[in-house]
């Protein structure tokens, strides 16, 4: 089989290996994550917009700015993060496909903080694409895990395959399971695979 033919899979890093929604709590004091309202619209819809009282835009992205790539290197680990990335290794080639925003200022340093983020807990930089388009590098064989539903169907667009992970609110609740979810994706690749 040429490398070009091989199954690609693609994961997100905000939201399904880093905790992006942690990073924003500890700058934005408006936003509660224990709050349950607050759980449920982010679980239901994974968009800071939904909530009331909330300028993403106005207020939330000039403090992460302020933050600096360190805000983006700061993002802690979820727990699940090592096994998905591992699990998805043993069966296809794996890289980081992240965003960097639109905004010049916002894209440099979440770009330079994310390099950092990765080299810290995964050490494989080289694997790493960073692009606000993340649907160019669909096709029939990739598979894009994000937490957007957003990307996931441009993704899908394109002609990608997806799997849209859950907000950590449904893992932490009790929603969701992740070492399951990864079960069902390993699954899902090898049908991809065997088609």
């Not at 905790?19 to 004091?29: C, H, I, N």
């Not at 810290?120 to 692009?131: A, E, M, Q, R």
């Amino acid at each position: 089989m040429s490398i070009g033919n091989e199954f690609r899979v693609f994961i997100d890093i905000d939201g399904v290996l880093a905790d992006w929604y942690g990073g924003v709590a500890k700058v934005y004091d408006a936003l509660d994550l224990e709050d349950p309202e607050t759980r449920q619209i982010l679980k239901e819809g994974n968009d800071l917009s939904a909530l009331p009282n909330t300028d993403e835009d106005g207020e939330i992205w000039p403090l992460i700015n302020a933050g600096g790539t360190e805000w983006w290197s700061d993002l802690e680990l979820f727990p699940w993060a090592k096994n998905l990335y591992d699990s998805m290794s043993e069966i296809a080639e794996v890289a980081f496909l992240t965003s960097c925003g639109k905004v010049v200022k916002s894209a440099t340093q979440a770009s330079a903080g994310k390099v950092a983020w990765v080299d810290k807990h995964f050490g494989d930089v080289g694997n790493l694409i960073i692009t606000y388009a993340k649907q160019f590098c669909a096709g029939p064989n990739t598979l894009l895990i994000d937490d957007s539903a957003k990307k996931i169907n441009k993704f899908k667009e394109w002609g990608g395959r997806t799997a849209l992970w859950p907000t950590q609110f449904a893992f932490e609740d009790g929603d969701e399971d992740p070492d399951q979810l990864i079960k069902d994706i390993i699954r899902s690749v090898e049908k991809f695979k065997s088609e």
